[in-house]
């Protein structure tokens, strides 16, 4: 196994801003001699997330790196706020308080016992508080942000289905390269996607707004007839007045 290899990759990557320990999760992957091998990371910066995919391919017998790519989830902040009698903040704070990965081997489970099953009892009264939530259009965004901050990662595809249409609602990814062994600073990647986060947000506010304009111009039900009225009276003094003629 050429260590050295490993040893020039976890310098280039540390330099890049990546974790200290990435030589160990290198070494982990390259003792199976793989052809090619993907290695995750995720790294927070202040409330934000980015998840970089390192791409790995053998040549020789030396491994290289030649990007990766890297999403941003920009943090969610919920504001103090009641919306149909749910309280944001406490339901966040609730839905932080649950393991959601966890996977007890349920040897102390008895259904008379209520303490036995406490954390089932709390999800299935979130869960039924983000149905309630997700009722009107501003309690969906913010039911949405909750499942996304609380559910992502924690494997649960099969039970709440797929975020992806949520998280593409919010996510900012770029391609990152490394030449001659120097990549962009991971802190430069994350500036660049929050100006293209701003970016978004504003394109799509310029949207919202220019469909609200839209829907102000048509007109409402009464007022088409009335025009339809008004068109008709019209025709109709018209022809009187040439009969007349």
Request: glycine share 8%; with cysteine; net charge neutral.
């Amino acid at each position: 196994m050429n260590t050295q290899n490993i040893a020039t990759l976890s310098a280039m990557l540390i330099r890049a801003g990546f974790e200290e320990g990435i030589g160990y999760r290198l070494l982990q992957r390259v003792c199976f001699t793989p052809s090619s091998f993907t290695l995750f990371e995720r790294l927070k910066k202040n409330k934000d997330t980015l998840t970089c995919s390192l791409h790995f391919e053998r040549q020789g017998m030396e491994y290289v790196c030649g990007y990766y790519d890297v999403s941003l989830i920009k943090g969610i902040v919920l504001p103090e706020r009641t919306i149909d009698g749910i309280d944001l903040e406490e339901l966040d704070k609730a839905m932080g308080q649950i393991d959601w990965c966890c996977q007890a081997d349920g040897s102390q489970f008895r259904l008379d016992d209520p303490d036995s099953w406490a954390r089932e009892k709390n999800i299935s009264q979130i869960v039924s508080q983000l149905t309630k939530l997700s009722a009107t259009v501003e309690g969906k965004h913010f039911a949405d942000a909750l499942r996304l901050k609380h559910w992502m990662d924690a494997g649960l595809e099969d039970l709440v289905g797929n975020l992806n249409v949520i998280r593409a609602r919010i996510e900012i990814s770029q391609r990152v390269y490394f030449i001659d062994g120097e990549g962009i600073p991971i802190d430069e990647v994350h500036r660049f996607l929050l100006n293209r986060w701003m970016e978004k947000k504003m394109q799509a506010n310029r949207r919202e707004r220019a469909n609200e304009s839209k829907d102000g111009e048509v007109a409402s039900p009464g007022e088409e007839r009335g025009k339809q009225f008004s068109s008709k009276k019209r025709k109709t003094t018209i022809k009187r007045i040439g009969q007349e003629r």
